[in-house]
């Protein structure tokens, strides 16, 4: 029997993300003893049920306890707490990373609650569902997907290298950046499109004029596809947008920019610039499917 990656790993959250790891660890081999916490009672009866972890604690300082990888797979707006809360029980020499969306805010709140001798490296596996939950987690998730590692100036060497090599197990392709420039990244890759996704379809289910049964009866074109962005852990996009503000009150002025010049051109049919920027759109769309981040099937690969 090959000896596992940690001997302990605990997963303060149970959701998505979280379980997945669970699920992945456990086939893989990659830990001696899957320890997980969450706030729920509900989650943790979910978690005890489906038995992805091998213990279940309400406290997370119980969970990280003796830990050689501790992982914050909750929202980020709770990792201060959690940081806080965990800072006495953390064992010297452990890695302690997360998995959120936005990273220098994640810096901003954790660091100053860890202590000497345990090495912090944030990380954010970009995969994901519009699932949430102990239920929605499988050991493929992380397959063929990037996770970005973006350590501090003076993060451990040994260690970013272990959680490197952590998630290759996994199945993923790893990188490595700062945390503001992932930040500002991620505000053009995941956090706009997110943020129009939620307002379109709030608008078409406001508009008076378009009745909300019409609205579900024809929604087999893009809107659809819009509908599953929309169905995503409002929790965890609240605080990725408060804690990203800056990157993305950024680039939502350059969108607005973008769309007011769609917006003179269709006024004016001005058939040339509409043209040449979706043929733009259609090579950033081909380019996605060379890099392996898609497949070419029509629709998606949707049956229906």
């Not at 959701?15 to 997945?20: D, R, T």
């Not at 379109?200 to 909300?212: S, W």
């Not at 049964?213 to 024809?218: A, C, D, N």
């Not at 929604?219 to 990203?244: C, E, H, I, K, Q």
Request: hydrophobic content about 40%; charged content about 25%.
């Amino acid at each position: 029997m090959t000896q596992p990656m940690f001997e302990r790993v605990a997963l303060i959250g149970l959701g998505l993300i979280g379980s997945s790891l669970a699920h992945v660890m456990r086939r893989e081999g990659l830990a001696g003893h899957i320890a997980g916490h969450a706030r729920s009672a509900a989650t943790r009866d979910v978690a005890e049920r489906l038995g992805f972890a091998d213990s279940v604690h309400a406290k997370p300082a119980d969970a990280v306890r003796g830990a050689d990888l501790v992982m914050l797979c909750a929202p980020v707006g709770a990792n201060a707490s959690l940081a806080e809360t965990i800072s006495d029980h953390l064992a010297p020499g452990a890695i302690l990373t997360d998995v959120g969306s936005v990273k220098a805010a994640v810096v901003r709140d954790v660091l100053p609650h860890v202590p000497k001798g345990v090495h912090f490296v944030p990380g954010h596996p970009i995969a994901g569902t519009e699932q949430s939950g102990p239920e929605s987690g499988f050991a493929e998730l992380f397959e063929h997907r990037w996770c970005i590692l973006t350590p501090l100036d003076d993060s451990d060497a040994d260690a970013v290298a272990r959680l490197r090599l952590f998630w290759e197990a996994c199945g993923s392709n790893v990188d490595i950046m700062d945390a503001e420039h992932h930040d500002r990244v991620l505000s053009v890759t995941s956090h706009l499109p997110q943020l129009i996704a939620y307002n379109i379809v709030t608008t078409a289910a406001d508009l008076e004029e378009v009745t909300q049964q019409e609205v579900i009866k024809y929604s087999a074109g893009g809107f659809r596809d819009f509908t599953r962005l929309a169905a995503s852990d409002p929790t965890m996009w609240r605080d990725v947008y408060l804690n990203n503000r800056e990157a993305v009150l950024e680039l939502l002025g350059r969108f607005s920019e973008d769309l007011s010049a769609l917006q003179r051109a269709i006024r004016w049919g001005d058939g040339e610039t509409l043209f040449s920027t979706f043929e733009r759109s259609r090579d950033t769309r081909r380019r996605i499917i060379e890099a392996g981040q898609d497949t070419a099937e029509p629709n998606f690969g949707r049956e229906d």
